[in-house]
Protein backbone atom coordinates (compact mmCIF):
# COMPACT_ATOMS: atom_id res chain seq x y z
CA UNK A 1 0.00 0.00 0.00
CA UNK A 2 2.59 2.61 -1.18
CA UNK A 3 6.08 3.14 -0.67
CA UNK A 4 7.18 1.43 -3.80
CA UNK A 5 10.54 2.65 -3.26
CA UNK A 6 13.17 4.68 -0.40
CA UNK A 7 13.40 8.10 -1.61
CA UNK A 8 11.52 7.55 -5.14
CA UNK A 9 14.36 7.80 -7.60
CA UNK A 10 15.04 6.21 -11.12
CA UNK A 11 17.35 3.67 -9.84
CA UNK A 12 14.42 2.50 -6.88
CA UNK A 13 11.45 2.82 -9.16
CA UNK A 14 13.29 0.37 -11.69
CA UNK A 15 14.49 -1.90 -9.03
CA UNK A 16 10.77 -2.41 -7.62
CA UNK A 17 9.77 -2.91 -11.82
CA UNK A 18 12.00 -5.23 -12.15
CA UNK A 19 11.27 -7.27 -9.26
CA UNK A 20 7.32 -6.82 -9.37
CA UNK A 21 7.73 -8.41 -12.56
CA UNK A 22 8.07 -11.60 -11.27
CA UNK A 23 4.97 -11.52 -9.68
CA UNK A 24 2.51 -13.74 -10.80
CA UNK A 25 -0.76 -12.26 -9.92
CA UNK A 26 -2.52 -8.99 -11.29
CA UNK A 27 -0.78 -5.53 -9.52
CA UNK A 28 -2.20 -2.49 -8.56
CA UNK A 29 0.24 0.26 -7.11
CA UNK A 30 -0.02 3.01 -5.72
CA UNK A 31 2.89 5.81 -3.89
CA UNK A 32 3.50 6.38 -0.73
CA UNK A 33 5.48 9.39 0.68
CA UNK A 34 8.33 7.87 -0.21
CA UNK A 35 8.06 7.94 -3.77
CA UNK A 36 6.86 11.49 -3.28
CA UNK A 37 10.22 13.11 -2.84
CA UNK A 38 11.59 14.57 -6.27
CA UNK A 39 10.41 16.82 -8.81
CA UNK A 40 9.62 15.19 -11.32
CA UNK A 41 8.18 12.20 -9.91
CA UNK A 42 5.31 11.65 -12.18
CA UNK A 43 7.39 11.53 -15.24
CA UNK A 44 9.73 8.99 -12.73
CA UNK A 45 6.26 6.88 -12.07
CA UNK A 46 5.20 6.89 -16.04
CA UNK A 47 8.60 5.54 -17.00
CA UNK A 48 8.80 3.23 -14.61
CA UNK A 49 4.92 2.17 -14.71
CA UNK A 50 3.39 3.44 -17.44
CA UNK A 51 0.39 1.17 -16.94
CA UNK A 52 0.37 1.80 -13.12
CA UNK A 53 0.86 5.63 -13.60
CA UNK A 54 -0.30 6.88 -16.52
CA UNK A 55 1.02 10.93 -16.88
CA UNK A 56 1.92 9.95 -13.69
CA UNK A 57 -1.24 10.05 -12.18
CA UNK A 58 -2.08 7.57 -8.88
CA UNK A 59 -6.04 7.90 -9.23
CA UNK A 60 -7.12 4.43 -10.61
CA UNK A 61 -10.43 2.85 -10.46
CA UNK A 62 -10.46 -0.66 -11.66
CA UNK A 63 -13.20 -3.81 -11.31
CA UNK A 64 -11.56 -7.51 -10.04
CA UNK A 65 -13.65 -10.21 -9.16
CA UNK A 66 -16.45 -8.59 -8.25
CA UNK A 67 -15.32 -6.12 -6.79
CA UNK A 68 -14.48 -2.30 -7.69
CA UNK A 69 -10.85 -1.14 -6.43
CA UNK A 70 -10.04 2.62 -5.93
CA UNK A 71 -6.64 4.16 -5.46
CA UNK A 72 -5.89 7.73 -3.73
CA UNK A 73 -2.66 9.49 -4.34
CA UNK A 74 -1.63 11.70 -1.86
CA UNK A 75 0.09 14.53 -2.35
CA UNK A 76 2.26 17.22 0.44
CA UNK A 77 0.16 19.65 2.08
CA UNK A 78 2.12 22.70 3.24
CA UNK A 79 -1.00 24.81 5.37
CA UNK A 80 -1.43 27.81 3.04
CA UNK A 81 -1.39 27.27 -0.82
CA UNK A 82 -1.98 24.48 -2.63
CA UNK A 83 -0.91 21.25 -2.35
CA UNK A 84 2.21 19.65 -4.27
CA UNK A 85 3.27 16.17 -5.56
CA UNK A 86 6.69 16.31 -4.35
CA UNK A 87 8.80 17.55 -1.15
CA UNK A 88 9.73 21.25 -0.73
CA UNK A 89 11.97 21.13 2.17
CA UNK A 90 11.79 24.61 2.46
CA UNK A 91 8.72 24.86 3.02
CA UNK A 92 6.90 24.01 6.50
CA UNK A 93 5.44 20.70 5.88
CA UNK A 94 2.10 19.46 7.75
CA UNK A 95 1.56 15.85 6.41
CA UNK A 96 -0.55 14.26 3.36
CA UNK A 97 -3.76 14.98 1.90
CA UNK A 98 -6.04 13.91 -1.06
CA UNK A 99 -6.43 16.82 -3.47
CA UNK A 100 -9.70 18.23 -4.71
CA UNK A 101 -9.27 16.76 -8.11
CA UNK A 102 -8.80 13.25 -6.64
CA UNK A 103 -11.67 13.86 -4.38
CA UNK A 104 -14.17 14.88 -6.93
CA UNK A 105 -13.83 11.57 -9.05
CA UNK A 106 -13.67 9.22 -6.39
CA UNK A 107 -17.34 10.80 -5.38
CA UNK A 108 -17.80 10.38 -9.38
CA UNK A 109 -16.66 6.92 -9.59
CA UNK A 110 -19.00 6.03 -6.22
CA UNK A 111 -22.07 7.47 -7.52
CA UNK A 112 -21.35 6.11 -10.92
CA UNK A 113 -21.63 2.58 -9.01
CA UNK A 114 -24.12 2.79 -6.33
CA UNK A 115 -24.49 -0.82 -5.41
CA UNK A 116 -21.19 -2.27 -6.20
CA UNK A 117 -18.73 -3.21 -3.37
CA UNK A 118 -15.96 -0.96 -3.19
CA UNK A 119 -12.51 -1.32 -1.81
CA UNK A 120 -10.26 2.11 -1.06
CA UNK A 121 -6.70 1.98 -0.81
CA UNK A 122 -4.01 4.58 0.30
CA UNK A 123 -0.95 5.13 1.43
CA UNK A 124 -1.38 7.37 4.53
CA UNK A 125 -4.41 5.51 6.83
CA UNK A 126 -7.83 7.25 7.01
CA UNK A 127 -8.73 6.26 10.06
CA UNK A 128 -6.06 7.10 13.78
CA UNK A 129 -4.07 4.13 15.86
CA UNK A 130 -6.14 2.91 17.67
CA UNK A 131 -6.57 3.40 21.75
CA UNK A 132 -5.81 0.19 22.48
CA UNK A 133 -2.03 0.21 20.88
CA UNK A 134 -1.04 3.69 22.18
CA UNK A 135 2.23 3.35 24.29
CA UNK A 136 4.53 6.20 25.09
CA UNK A 137 7.74 4.45 22.94
CA UNK A 138 5.17 3.91 20.05
CA UNK A 139 5.63 5.64 17.09
CA UNK A 140 2.14 7.22 15.25
CA UNK A 141 3.35 8.22 11.94
CA UNK A 142 -0.08 9.91 11.70
CA UNK A 143 -3.22 10.07 9.28
CA UNK A 144 -4.51 11.58 6.02
CA UNK A 145 -4.87 14.81 6.82
CA UNK A 146 -8.01 15.34 5.09
CA UNK A 147 -9.24 11.72 5.98
CA UNK A 148 -12.76 13.18 7.58
CA UNK A 149 -13.34 14.46 4.08
CA UNK A 150 -12.67 11.52 2.71
CA UNK A 151 -14.66 9.49 5.40
CA UNK A 152 -17.10 11.55 4.58
CA UNK A 153 -17.18 10.97 0.71
CA UNK A 154 -17.58 6.96 1.05
CA UNK A 155 -19.82 7.47 4.01
CA UNK A 156 -22.69 8.42 1.76
CA UNK A 157 -21.91 7.76 -1.74
CA UNK A 158 -21.23 4.39 -3.44
CA UNK A 159 -21.06 1.13 -1.36
CA UNK A 160 -16.91 1.10 0.44
CA UNK A 161 -16.59 -1.91 2.34
CA UNK A 162 -13.27 -1.82 3.07
CA UNK A 163 -9.99 0.16 2.99
CA UNK A 164 -6.35 -0.45 2.46
CA UNK A 165 -3.12 1.02 3.65
CA UNK A 166 -0.06 0.93 5.09
CA UNK A 167 2.45 4.12 6.32
CA UNK A 168 2.34 3.26 10.01
CA UNK A 169 4.41 1.33 12.08
CA UNK A 170 2.12 -1.26 13.63
CA UNK A 171 -0.31 -3.52 12.28
CA UNK A 172 -4.22 -2.89 12.83
CA UNK A 173 -7.86 -3.71 11.84
CA UNK A 174 -11.13 -1.74 12.91
CA UNK A 175 -14.35 -1.67 11.69
CA UNK A 176 -15.92 1.82 12.01
CA UNK A 177 -19.64 2.84 10.32
CA UNK A 178 -19.32 -0.78 8.78
CA UNK A 179 -16.07 -0.23 6.68
CA UNK A 180 -13.18 -3.12 7.14
CA UNK A 181 -9.98 -0.60 8.05
CA UNK A 182 -6.85 -2.64 7.71
CA UNK A 183 -3.35 -1.36 8.23
CA UNK A 184 -0.37 -2.99 7.52
CA UNK A 185 3.42 -2.06 8.60
CA UNK A 186 6.22 -2.83 6.19
CA UNK A 187 7.08 -6.18 5.92
CA UNK A 188 10.98 -5.24 6.11
CA UNK A 189 10.48 -4.20 9.50
CA UNK A 190 8.95 -5.90 13.25
CA UNK A 191 6.75 -7.28 13.20
CA UNK A 192 7.62 -8.89 9.82
CA UNK A 193 4.33 -10.11 8.63
CA UNK A 194 2.62 -9.33 5.54
CA UNK A 195 -0.81 -10.17 4.57
CA UNK A 196 -2.64 -12.08 1.74
CA UNK A 197 -6.22 -10.73 0.51
CA UNK A 198 -8.06 -12.90 -1.64
CA UNK A 199 -10.55 -11.94 -3.68
CA UNK A 200 -13.58 -14.08 -4.80
CA UNK A 201 -17.44 -14.12 -5.45
CA UNK A 202 -16.95 -10.43 -4.77
CA UNK A 203 -16.06 -11.27 -1.10
CA UNK A 204 -12.19 -10.50 0.60
CA UNK A 205 -10.56 -12.80 2.99
CA UNK A 206 -7.91 -11.20 4.93
CA UNK A 207 -4.89 -13.42 6.33
CA UNK A 208 -1.92 -12.19 8.45
CA UNK A 209 1.26 -14.23 7.90
CA UNK A 210 4.70 -14.06 9.89
CA UNK A 211 8.03 -14.70 7.78
CA UNK A 212 9.70 -17.38 10.00
CA UNK A 213 13.26 -18.71 9.07
CA UNK A 214 15.28 -15.38 9.22
CA UNK A 215 16.63 -12.78 11.60
CA UNK A 216 15.03 -9.94 10.37
CA UNK A 217 12.44 -9.54 13.42
CA UNK A 218 15.89 -8.77 15.70
CA UNK A 219 17.45 -6.53 12.99
CA UNK A 220 14.33 -4.82 12.82
CA UNK A 221 14.31 -3.99 16.59
CA UNK A 222 18.16 -3.47 16.92
CA UNK A 223 19.05 0.12 16.96
CA UNK A 224 15.05 1.34 15.79
CA UNK A 225 13.94 5.48 16.94
CA UNK A 226 10.50 4.02 17.12
Not at 58 to 79: E, M, Q
Not at 84 to 98: F, H, I, K
Not at 206 to 215: A, C, F, K, N, R
Amino acid sequence: AGDVTQNGSAEGLEQARALLAQVPVPLLLLTGNHDAYKENRATLLATAFPDQFPKGRGFKSVRHGGLRFITLDAWWSYGEGPLLPYLDRSRPLTGMAVPPDQLAELTTVLKDHPTEPTILLTHFPLCPMSERLRAPDRKDAGRLINAPQVLEVIRTCGRVVASFSGHQHFNQIDVRDGIVHCITAAMVEYPMMCRIVDVFDGRLRISTHQIHGTDFPARSLDGAGW
